[in-house]
């Protein structure tokens, strides 16, 4: 039986595993997590508001139910396991462990990041009681979002909800407290790019309508018509929303506006200048700046230098039984369908080249000889039951913040009878 290990239990790795199961029912599939809980940013990244993009979850439950995929959580790769062990004990090995870092703009040097100042990865994690997050920032006053993305409108969006706006997400109560009970005086987002370039989705840019409490000024959009449709549809829904006033909250949408620099005193950030070259640019105080302009690696894996000296980057193929998937191979863009397609192609490439290649007895995960607690599926099923029941009035879950509590509740199966 052929055996393949998958280190990331996010979208990539899981579609990766539906891909190669549907084909090759009869192999063995391994999906190995850092953390003790599956399915990446559908669980720490989509926003606690979106609960119906995150039902996607639902299907890769199935992955480990009905096609009998192995999930162990709580296993890293790179340190309680190399990646050398894993491509011995298995036929192949995919790598899908997306991309945690934040990007910084270049002007800010590494470790100088002026307090007020934080990335949207960091944020989010936080907000979304990510075991490894750090704390939830001081940020309020004025308050300025860099980056003209799909993840910038979702802050937007949660930062300028009402507790009675909230309800149905799966925000804990302290992430509620923290998002409810700062004052905010405005909330602006900066891009460098034109407003028909911006890569906001439409759909979301419509869906700020609905808030309860704010007034929206779109600055800086184009005079005349577009020739592509996407823009086009784009610009209407900014032209959509532009003037809407439901409540006292300013928001305002800015573009063409590069960073030049952040200004700072006393180490905290009061303000930056953004323009672009030749015109003037402009001076926006700010006591907050969270930075959206994508992702990074968080540099355990080396991605660069593995992906530079990939056999077939395109194709995902690094070398022999060596893949990438998701956005450890792509880079932090596409949404969730993207990565599905992307991962379906690359299973059926797995699958060519392994049925294409004699096979040879693997030890797969008993091979790894792996001392660390690890959380199976049944233990994810037990932890996820748990989030549920626990969910405070007005959520669906509330989710186990702490490692060590997850560790110790996903082992407790006989409480679940
Ligand atoms: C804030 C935010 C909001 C988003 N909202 C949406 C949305 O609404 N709709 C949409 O379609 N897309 C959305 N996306 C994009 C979507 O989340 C990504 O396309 C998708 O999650 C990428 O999947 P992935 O599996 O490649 O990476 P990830 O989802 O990041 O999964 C990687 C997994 O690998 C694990 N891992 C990392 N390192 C290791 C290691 N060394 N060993 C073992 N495991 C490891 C991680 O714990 C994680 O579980 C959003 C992205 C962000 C950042």
């Known amino acids: 039986m052929r055996k393949v290990a ?8 899981c579609f990766t595993a539906q891909g190669l199961l549907k084909a090759r029912p009869d192999w063995q599939v391994d999906v190995y997590d850092s953390l003790p809980v599956p399915y990446g940013l559908v669980r720490y990244g989509v926003a606690a508001d979106h609960q119906g993009t995150k039902g996607i979850a639902r299907q890769f439950e199935r992955v480990f139910e009905r096609q009998g995929a192995r999930f162990f959580g709580n296993v890293t790769l790179g340190r309680e396991v190399t990646l050398e062990q894993m491509r011995a004990a298995y036929d192949a090995v995919v790598l899908a462990t997306g991309l945690a870092g934040d990007r910084v703009p270049e002007l800010v040097d590494d470790g100088a990041t002026p307090e007020g100042m934080i990335g949207a ?4 994690r936080a907000l979304y009681d990510h075991p490894d997050a750090g704390d939830l920032p001081d940020i309020g006053g004025h308050v300025v979002i860099l980056g003209n993305g799909n993840v910038s409108v979702d802050l937007l969006r949660l930062l300028a909800k009402s507790e009675s706006e909230l309800e149905g997400s ?14 905010i005086d405005s909330l602006t987002i900066v891009g460098r790019s034109a407003a028909e370039l911006a890569k906001f989705d439409p759909v979301m840019i419509r869906e700020l309508a609905k808030l309860q409490a704010v007034t929206i000024r779109v600055a800086d959009l184009p005079e005349g018509e577009m020739t592509d449709a996407g823009q086009e549809k784009l610009l209407s829904a900014l032209c959509e929303i532009d003037g809407l006033s439901t409540g006292p909250l300013p928001i305002t949408f800015r573009f063409n506006m590069p960073l030049q620099s952040i200004e700072t005193k006393d180490g905290k950030v009061t303000g930056l200048v953004a323009g672009r070259d030749g015109a003037e ?9 969270v930075t959206a302009i994508g992702f ?5 894996l080396g991605r660069d230098a593995v992906m530079s000296g990939a056999e077939d980057a395109e194709a995902g193929r690094i070398a022999e039984g060596l893949y990438a998937a998701g956005w450890f191979r792509r880079g932090p863009r596409g949404t969730i369908p993207e990565n599905r397609a992307d991962s379906l192609a690359l299973a059926a490439k797995i699958v060519g080249d392994l049925e294409a290649t004699p096979e ?17 599926h049944a233990g994810w099923q037990r932890l996820d039951a748990i989030e549920k029941a626990q969910a405070m009035a007005g959520r669906c879950r509330t989710k186990i913040p702490t490692r060590s509590d997850m560790l110790r509740l996903a082992q407790k199966i006989e409480e679940l009878k």
């Open 6 to 13: 998958i280190i990331g239990a996010g979208p990539s790795g």
């Open 121 to 124: 990865g960091a944020l989010t």
């Open 170 to 183: 799966d925000l804990s109560p302290r992430a509620t407290k923290w998002l409810t009970s700062r004052r």
């Open 281 to 289: 640019s402009e001076h926006l105080p700010c006591n907050a700046l």
């Open 296 to 300: 990074c690696c968080d540099g355990r």
């Open 360 to 376: 040879t007895s693997r030890a797969g995960h008993d091979g790894l000889g792996l001392t660390c607690e690890t959380v199976d």
